[in-house]
């Protein structure tokens, strides 16, 4: 099993930054896909950005140059460091864990486990 609370939600105006943190515990997620999904309001659960246990990290298109990711395994903590806001990255934000990112598994995209989500309100 696996915890994952995450934190440093809120809200900012449009331009400004925020930096989320996912905290794990329980098993060893050291070798995990650690994600980071958003769900605006009214809309499906969607991918953000993520990062394999090798450092690789993929990005949606929609925030790619505005948003990083990066996780500490020695923690474990994920960071999501969101700049450059916008109204429309509005929306919960969930940490998830899984063995393998599947990007067409638009329900759970092969996450075994997710956080209860922070949200994120960008004004504008």
């Known amino acids: 099993q696996v915890q994952l609370v995450e934190s440093g939600g809120g809200l900012v105006q449009a331009g400004g930054s925020l930096r989320l943190s996912c905290a794990a515990s329980g098993r060893t997620v050291s070798t995990d896909f650690m994600g980071w999904f958003r769900q605006p309001p009214g809309k499906e659960r969607e991918f953000a950005a993520g990062?394999?246990?090798?450092?690789?990290?993929s990005y949606a298109d929609s925030v790619k140059g505005r948003f990083t990711v990066s996780r500490d395994n020695t923690e474990p903590t994920m960071y999501l460091q969101m700049n450059s806001l916008k109204p429309e990255d509005t929306g919960i934000y969930y940490c998830a864990v899984g063995s393998s990112f599947k990007r067409d598994d638009y329900k759970n995209y092969g996450m075994g486990y997710w956080g209860k989500g922070t949200l994120v309100t960008v004004s504008s």
């Open positions: 990062i394999g246990w090798l450092g690789i990290t």
